[in-house]
């Protein structure tokens, strides 16, 4: 069965810190793997994706993902974080459907 | 482009009573998909439609339907309603060029629905 982890439910990290918001995959075959972010209120915006290629994927707002198949994760990361980057943060894998881990809420620090 | 715009933004429904949620994708997106988000649960995936068809279903229901009209517009509807129906749901919204494709889904802000 697929299923995407996210391993903590609260990262907290001071401003201009980086930051890692973990995720690991089980999945048959090619994963397609998605990062998106949900500000209160709010929907889903899409951050970055992984199809293939190089295992380092950069996004939106500073935010990158490294790609391991062997460790069967795909973390996300920012060198420096924002204050405005506080939010909450989904993993999810693509396979027809998208299929989400719980959420982890990042909170900066000023 | 304009986003993904979704009808009402905020609902209020008393149990046994139905609702019905709108939705309107990108414009050319073909696929919508439908999610409902409560924090016991997280994000499960409802049911996704592809030119007027239903092409997956997730495990809700039968209260929980949907249909796609000729514009691409979606409808989702819940009757009978149930407390813990309480949620935000949230649409998506999908180019998709072939079965399988692995496009980037767009989301919606999402109906909050509180059921008392």
């Known amino acids: 069965a697929q299923s995407v982890a996210q391993p903590e439910d609260q990262v907290n990290v001071a401003e201009g810190n980086p930051l890692t918001v973990k995720c690991t995959y089980s999945v048959s075959g090619n994963p397609y793997l998605f990062w998106y972010v949900q500000y209160p209120n709010r929907g889903l915006q899409f951050l970055l994706k992984?199809?293939?290629?190089?295992?380092l994927v950069k996004g939106s707002y500073g935010f990158e993902a490294e790609f391991n198949k062997s460790q069967t994760s795909f973390h996300l990361k920012k060198p420096s974080a924002l204050v405005s980057d506080s939010a909450l943060y989904f993993c999810?894998?693509?396979?027809?459907?998208?299929?989400f881990g719980r959420g982890t809420q990042l909170t900066v620090w000023p | 482009k304009a986003g993904v715009t979704q009808t009402p933004r905020y609902l209020i429904k008393t149990r046994g009573q139905q609702v019905t949620l709108s939705c309107s994708p990108i414009s050319g997106h073909r696929s919508v998909s439908w999610y409902q988000q409560t924090p016991g649960q997280g994000l499960q995936f409802l049911f996704e439609?592809?030119?007027?068809?239903?092409?997956n279903k997730g495990n809700f229901p039968g209260r929980f339907s949907g249909r796609q009209f000729s514009n691409s517009r979606s409808e989702m509807n819940v009757s009978t309603l149930e407390l813990g129906d309480s949620a935000l749901y949230l649409c998506a919204s999908n180019f998709l060029q072939t079965a399988g494709g692995q496009e980037t889904q767009y989301f919606g802000p999402g109906t909050r629905l509180l059921v008392l």
């Open positions: 439609y592809f030119s007027e068809t239903q092409r």
């Open positions: 992984y199809i293939t290629g190089d295992n």
């Open positions: 999810a894998v693509s396979l027809g459907r998208l299929y």
